[in-house]
């Protein structure tokens, strides 16, 4: 029993989880929601090019509002894409990360939308501000049709405020905390 004898045999290291590159994984993102994403994030970046090349503008508040939702909206489709891909997604949970998903698509799809729609009323007909209001509502589009799928999606599993699966039942043994 000296230096630990009796534990050495039958103790072994435990495994680590395998690493993965970069710390991504794309496991979250499967089916539709991959493309979407992605669509999302290179159209917001298009609308932030186009509306950052132009030169002149004679109403520029329509222009200033657009560039401001464009780069919020550039930024939080990567933000979200990067928490979906990263150890962040296990960390919050994926109740969160759907609640939080499930609310910012539409609120940023109809804020792209307004400003696509204020820039395209106050542009000067330059073809880079059409460029970017057009991507604009390209991407408002690719925001709201993410939406309406999920809004669908989570309809399909909650039909009726019931799960498809009637024996998960909240009182069920298996979904009660272990420590009270």
Known sequence: MENGAVYNETTEPQAKPPRRPFGCTLRHLRGWRLPT????????????????????????????????????????SLLILCVYCTVIYETFGEDKVQRVNFWAMPAIGVWFLLASIVLAATSSGYAVEKAAYVSGFLASGAFSAESIIEYFHSRKQNVGGRSENPGNTQSATENQPLNK
């Open 37 to 76: 994403k992605a669509l999302q994030a290179i159209l917001s970046l298009l609308a932030v090019i186009c509306e950052e090349i132009v030169e002149d503008c004679i109403e520029c508040g329509g222009l200033y509002f657009f560039e401001f939702t464009s780069c919020s909206a550039f930024l939080l």
